[in-house]
T-cell receptor
Framework: AQRVTQPEKLLSVFKGAPVELKCNYSYSGSPELFWYVQYSRQRLQLLLRHISRESIKGFTADLNKGETSFHLKKPFAQEEDSAMYYCALSGGSNYKLTFGKGTLLTVNP | GAGVSQSPSNKVTEKGKDVELRCDPISGHTALYWYRQSLGQGLEFLIYFQGNSAPDKSGLPSDRFSAERTGGSVSTLTIQRTQQEDSAVYLC??????????????FGPGTRLTVL
């Protein structure tokens, strides 16, 4: 079975501080991991995927298979980063996305 | 181009009534997904359509839920005899290629369903 755990429902940081949103997963095969973001009054959108190994809006995430984690990091948070962040997993040929319950990030001025 | 669209944006219904939710995927996208976003439960997969293949209905919570996709484009999610626990935001997404997890899913704005 696939499972994604985001242990923090809420995360609050000050502008300019580093931020890390945690994500752990459970999957027996080789997963594909994603971070989706939903800004206020906007639709859910892909932020980044592990396979791309890219940095989007200053965010990066590294897949750690040993720790089964895919934490999202940004060295200097901005107020516009305030949003709901969802970690998601897709396993092998299983196209379905299994989402974590999300972390609401608030970046204070 | 136009993104995924859903209608209605909000639906309030009485317990026991049937409702239909519509999704228009991005033109040319062959894969279409329905998810449900409820308070405390996060996002749950409901059903997946890919081209002319039989849909994957494994996420539908009960036989009151059904979905169809006509002409490989528009999809309708139907909930019969609605219950209060059906209250949620129903999200539709589409992607460009068959089933490959690598393909980005583009989400619609959702339909907020409230069952009184």
């Amino acid at each position: 079975a696939q499972r994604v755990t985001q242990p923090e429902k809420l995360l609050s940081v000050f502008k300019g501080a580093p931020v890390e949103l945690k994500c752990n997963y459970s999957y027996s095969g080789s997963p594909e991991l994603f971070w989706y973001v939903q800004y206020s009054r906007q639709r859910l959108q892909l932020l980044l995927r592990h396979i791309s190994r890219e940095s989007i809006k200053g965010f990066t995430a590294d897949l750690n298979k040993g720790e089964t984690s895919f934490h999202l990091k940004k060295p200097f948070a901005q107020e516009e980063d305030s949003a709901m962040y969802y970690c998601a997993l897709s396993g092998g040929s299983n196209y379905k996305l299994t989402f974590g319950k999300g972390t609401l990030l608030t970046v204070n001025p | 181009g136009a993104g995924v669209s859903q209608s209605p944006s909000n639906k309030v219904t009485e317990k026991g009534k049937d409702v239909e939710l519509r999704c228009d995927p991005i033109s040319g996208h062959t894969a279409l997904y329905w998810y449900r976003q409820s308070l405390g439960q996060g996002l749950e997969f409901l059903i997946y359509f890919q081209g002319n293949s039989a849909p994957d209905k494994s996420g539908l919570p009960s036989d009151r839920f059904s979905a169809e996709r006509t002409g490989g484009s528009v999809s309708t999610l139907t909930i019969q005899r609605t219950q209060q626990e059906d209250s949620a935001v129903y999200l539709c997404a589409s992607s460009a290629q068959s089933g490959a997890a690598k393909d980005t899913q583009y989400f619609g704005p959702g339909t907020r369903l409230t069952v009184l």
